[in-house]
């Protein structure tokens, strides 16, 4: 690749998705221009110049097994009937036929249809048809063509650069302001804390551990003394009853004499009553 400067300015050849066909340039140049016409915005145009693209490649496919075939519609059935007896995969003839339908409709004014998805898909299926074509004429390592994909950023911008490449790069960027914003604010907090603890040793403040000391003397001392007039109580109170059940217990010896000959003249008159009163 070379490059050429006009006026200070770096002008790069444009680059195409069919780079690889550029040993047949007839070829390469009716693909290119249609790449070109899509980046532009002329779809309809660039449909027609994929169908064109198309013929050619039949008819080189064809060959000398050509005989009286003139349009494209015969090139295309007899060459679709030779694949089909060798046993080659039909999606080619399948990509050929979606391009010539499609370019047909742009040739025949119905061309306000074809929007850019379709006219993307045109130059997908001719990537497709190239890279078959490519292989078998040799032009470059089976295994090179393979692993060729339609790249949609060369299309647009005619320039091997991958969008996502810049949107990676402002990521990037996004994610280390992020993180020297983290730093900042991790900075501030420290600082804080720092100056926090400061604060607290300046502060003499009484150990927890003394204040709990001196709370539980304390409140054991006043129980002690609650305690003290409410024992004395209780002995008191105690001592009294034990008087009164003596007392109690005890018997005078005058009523127990008392008693003892209130007894015997009571039984004496119930005698009387008995045996003398019925006389």
């Known amino acids: 690749m070379f490059f050429c400067v006009v006026n200070n300015f770096i002008i790069t050849p444009m680059v195409s998705n069919f780079d690889f066909l550029k ?7 009716l693909i290119d221009e249609a790449e070109k016409l899509y980046r532009d915005g002329y779809f309809s145009q660039s449909v027609l110049q994929v ?18 075939e003139e349009t494209f519609d015969d090139i295309l059935s007899t060459l679709s009937d030779i694949l089909e007896k060798e046993g080659e995969d039909k999606e080619f ?5 979606y391009i010539k339908k499609l370019g047909n409709s742009a040739a025949h004014n119905i061309g306000d249809d074809i929007n850019g998805n379709s006219a993307l898909e045109c ?19 089976k295994e090179k063509l393979i692993n060729l994909h339609y790249n949609i950023d060369i299309l647009m911008s005619g320039e091997k650069y991958k969008f996502s490449e810049k949107y990676q790069k402002v990521k990037e960027e996004n994610d ?17 804390i720092k100056e926090n603890k400061k604060e607290k040793k300046t502060k003499k403040e009484p150990p927890i ?3 709990k000391k001196v709370l539980s003397v304390d409140f054991k001392n006043k129980k002690r003394k609650k305690d003290k007039p409410q024992k004395k109580e209780k002995q008191k109170s105690e ?10 217990t005890e018997i005078n010896p005058d009523t127990f004499e008392f008693a003892i000959i209130f007894s015997i003249l009571f039984v004496f008159f119930i005698c009387i009553m008995i045996f003398i009163l019925p006389f």
């Not at 040993?23 to 140049?29: A, E, G, R, S, T």
């Open 176 to 192: 280390q302001i992020k993180e020297e914003i983290k730093e900042e604010i991790n900075e501030i907090a420290n600082e804080e």
């Open 239 to 248: 001592k009294k009853e034990i008087k009164k059940t003596k007392e109690t």
């Open 93 to 97: 003839i399948d990509d050929m036929y």
């Open 209 to 211: 551990n003394e204040e």
């Open 51 to 68: 169908r064109k693209f198309g013929e050619i490649v039949c008819k080189s496919v064809l060959g000398v097994r050509r005989t009286t």
């Open 23 to 29: 040993k047949d340039k007839n070829l390469f140049k």
């Open 123 to 141: 130059l997908k299926r001719a990537f497709e048809i190239s890279i078959n074509y490519a292989i078998k004429n040799n032009f470059d390592k």
